[in-house]
């Protein structure tokens, strides 16, 4: 009887699998058929769940922000106020930190290799970014489009100085910076907000 293949898994097995070799040696340094060999896959296998290496780092890149977002998520689910979500994410960073760092120098070579124009008009990154700004919005409980992109920046960032910096970047000090910005950030709106309002009655008032 013939060996039944879940083609759907097969494929993300690969993708993971091809994870590590592009951490080792860099986007645009690997070809297509080293990915096949290490994999001890055919090339034809490859090509048959991906027409080109392109195809392959965009399905992965796809595919790691879909399982990274399910394992925080997952990870986070029992905490309550902002400043807890805050120091649940950047620990969720410092835990997985060897994992982030790769995969940003793999989207860093990718960005070289492909250049500026390319990747920012590329669809798949776009839905990546976006999907993970709205599911951070939702997680932390903001609606402020800027903000989230800020939450996000300042990971990137603190990725970025512990790569050059080490431990010199802490965690816990960069995350109680960031949980004081944000929330001042929060009650500055809301103050604004109210006085708006407030304002708005007050002219209500004199019309009338």
């Not at 951490?23 to 001890?40: D, F």
């Not at 798949?124 to 999907?131: A, F, N, S």
Request: negative net charge; proline residues 1%.
């Amino acid at each position: 009887m013939p060996k039944i293949v879940d083609h759907e898994q097969y494929r993300k097995e690969l993708l993971w699998k091809s994870f590590d070799l592009f951490a080792q040696k860099g986007y645009a340094s690997i070809t297509m058929r080293e990915i096949a060999k290490e994999l001890r896959v055919s090339t034809g296998t490859l090509y048959h769940y991906f027409p080109n290496k392109e195809a392959l780092f965009l399905q992965l890149i796809e595919e790691q922000a879909e399982r990274d977002l399910s394992d925080f998520l997952a990870e986070a689910q029992d905490v309550e106020t902002l400043p807890e979500r805050i120091h649940t994410l950047i620990d969720f960073l410092a835990k997985n930190e060897d994992y982030f760092i790769n995969q940003t120098l793999i989207l860093c070579d990718f960005y070289q290799q492909q250049g500026k124009a390319i990747v920012l008009s590329n669809k798949i990154l776009q839905t990546v970014q976006e999907k993970t700004r709205q599911e951070l919005s939702k997680y932390l409980q903001i609606q402020d489009r800027v903000l989230a992109s800020f939450v996000m920046n300042v990971v990137s960032g603190l990725l970025i100085g512990r790569m050059f910096e080490g431990d010199v970047i802490s965690y816990e000090e960069q995350g109680e910076l960031l949980k004081k910005m944000v929330c001042q950030y929060l009650d500055n709106q809301n103050l604004k907000s109210q006085n708006l309002d407030i304002k708005n009655l007050e002219n209500q008032n004199l019309e009338n």
